[in-house]
């Protein structure tokens, strides 16, 4: 299997430590899926400020762990599952970086289930749907048993997904929000994706990470020697 997955990141460096109060917030909420948002978890207000060279954006109080390997600046939320209700429809900006850099399964956050024709990844298209080049993805990867779950439990799901087992993968880029320099400061404008060498990226503020799926084959989750 050839995986390229460069720079470092700080999100690895905390994964015992997420895994453990993930184990608690399954016990207090349920089956919820390991990147979604809790209540709880609300964004810093830590004011977004120029770079010393003003060639992009900082924290005020900025900290080793607000950015990552490729220099980008991440929304700095604390990561505290079981914190209130769980908020499905968001993605928990750090956990979900985790899950990509460290190939977790996104719902339980255990390994994803990886075999010598690659890592399992289930995407919310059909086959038809899917890029004669690299497909590019904020969904993590999932385990086998967490894939077929999902399946039987997601409506949308069961209309239209595809699962890929995928051999070569790169981090592509990040979305977020864009900021813009202004006469009194740093002012979001917009919101997207940047690839990692777009122009803009010192001027993005990440929220979630995209991978380059590059080169995968469809499988059917069935068949247990795919």
């Given at each position: 299997?050839?995986?390229r997955?460069?720079?470092k990141?700080s999100a690895r460096e905390?994964?015992?430590?997420l895994?453990?109060?993930?184990?608690?917030?399954q016990?207090?909420?349920?089956s919820v899926?390991?990147?979604a948002r809790?209540?709880?978890?609300?964004?810093?207000?830590?004011p977004v400020?120029f770079?010393?060279?003003?060639?992009?954006?900082?924290y005020?109080?900025e900290?080793?762990?607000d950015?990552?390997?490729?220099g980008?600046?991440?929304?700095?939320?604390p990561?505290?599952p079981g914190?209130g209700t769980?908020?499905?429809?968001?993605?928990h900006?750090?956990?979900?970086?985790?899950?990509?850099?460290?190939l977790?399964?996104q719902?339980?956050?255990?390994?994803?289930?990886?075999?010598?024709n690659?890592v399992l990844?289930?995407?919310?298209?059909?086959p038809?749907d899917?890029p004669?080049?690299?497909?590019?993805?904020?969904?993590p990867?999932?385990?086998?048993?967490?894939?077929?779950r999902?399946?039987?439990a997601?409506?949308?799901?069961?209309?239209?997904?595809?699962?890929?087992?995928?051999?070569?993968?790169?981090?592509?880029?990040?979305?977020?929000?864009?900021?813009?320099?202004t006469?009194s400061?740093?002012r979001?404008y917009?919101?997207?994706?940047?690839?990692?060498?777009?122009?803009?990226?010192p001027w993005?503020?990440a929220?979630?990470?995209l991978m380059?799926?590059?080169?995968?084959?469809?499988?059917d989750?069935?068949?247990?020697?795919?």
């Amino acid at each position: 299997m050839n995986v390229r997955v460069d720079g470092k990141t700080s999100a690895r460096e905390t994964g015992t430590a997420l895994l453990g109060a993930r184990r608690s917030a399954q016990q207090r909420g349920g089956s919820v899926p390991y990147i979604a948002r809790w209540s709880g978890e609300r964004d810093s207000s830590m004011p977004v400020v120029f770079r010393r060279d003003r060639r992009g954006i900082a924290y005020a109080d900025e900290r080793f762990y607000d950015r990552d390997g490729y220099g980008v600046l991440w929304s700095r939320t604390p990561s505290q599952p079981g914190r209130g209700t769980p908020e499905y429809g968001k993605v928990h900006s750090l956990r979900q970086r985790l899950c990509m850099t460290d190939l977790r399964c996104q719902v339980c956050g255990g390994p994803a289930d990886r075999n010598p024709n690659g890592v399992l990844w289930l995407i919310d298209a059909g086959p038809q749907d899917l890029p004669h080049g690299p497909e590019h993805t904020a969904h993590p990867p999932v385990c086998r048993h967490c894939a077929c779950r999902s399946l039987r439990a997601c409506p949308h799901l069961r209309v239209e997904h595809v699962a890929l087992r995928v051999r070569t993968f790169t981090p592509y880029g990040v979305s977020g929000a864009l900021f813009h320099a202004t006469s009194s400061g740093p002012r979001p404008y917009d919101a997207g994706t940047v690839p990692l060498a777009d122009p803009r990226l010192p001027w993005l503020r990440a929220g979630q990470l995209l991978m380059s799926l590059d080169d995968f084959t469809v499988i059917d989750l069935t068949d247990l020697a795919a």
